[in-house]
């Protein structure tokens, strides 16, 4: 939950395999809308990002995860995603990674021991048309933050 202290710091990986990246499906209670978002979690207090990233991913999907470089940085404020919830405010680091062990279903579920997660592989054919939050990472995914934030040259 955000607090008065600042925004809420999450984890996230950007995992690949066979073209398809790792999401989870979800819907907002307060808004209704559906959206897939990186696999990932809150940063306990005193946890450093790579050890709080391959702890949500072992505890989501019961896999272990490598997490590699820092990719992207992206802060949102939004609605909530409860109705007795009030705006959020995130800071959320994006982190290249490899997962192992993760248990793909034929129909590219994953079992996850957390009830309310619904992971799968999205196919990168699919990456443009997917609702995924927050969309400046799904921009960054797409090769278009480059060009939304050129600097023109005014020499």
Known sequence: MSSASGPDLIARAILWKDDALLVNANRNSKTGESYVALPGGHVDPG????????REIEEE???QCEVGDL?????????????????RHELTLVFAGTIAGEGTQEDGTIQSPEKDKNFRWLPKSELASANLLPADIKAFLLGEIEEKYRFSDTR
């Open 47 to 54: 946890e450093n990002c790579v050890e709080a990233l391959k």
């Open 61 to 63: 999907l019961a896999a």
């Open 71 to 87: 990719q992207f940085v992206s802060e949102s404020i939004y609605a909530g995603r409860r109705k007795s919830e009030s705006q």
